[in-house]
């Protein structure tokens, strides 16, 4: 139902994100240094229009990574809510000035969150 009310997620422009433990240090997904990466995100921007998508890949361990957005779109201390989540989830995010712009996701083991 999401994706038939929100067409950004099939049709947006496709951008793999890169993420960070500490907010300062952003690294993009290598599958080689999989333990180093158990969050993997991604955007899709259509029309000035950014969705966040991050998973968890870790079965047991809850994962806090920042994740890095568009850096045009958004601006510092505005907020990503949250559309939808496979667990429990903070409702909104606050964006930060981080690596151009970032939030801070909380993401539970082996869950999604999308955040718009």
Known sequence: MLVQTRP???KGEFYIRATSQNGIDF????????????VIAWSRILDSKE??????????????RYATIDNTLHVVNSRMH???????????????????????????????????
């Open 8 to 10: 950004i997620l099939l």
């Open 51 to 64: 969705v966040l998508c991050a998973v968890n890949l870790d079965e047991y361990d809850l994962a806090v």
């Open 82 to 116: 949250c559309l939808f989540a496979s667990e429990l989830s903070p409702a909104e995010l606050n964006v930060e000035e981080r690596n151009g712009k970032a939030i801070r996701l909380t993401i539970p083991p082996r869950a999604l969150v999308i955040y718009g």
């Open 27 to 38: 690294v993009f997904p290598d599958p080689t240094l999989f333990s180093e990466h158990q």
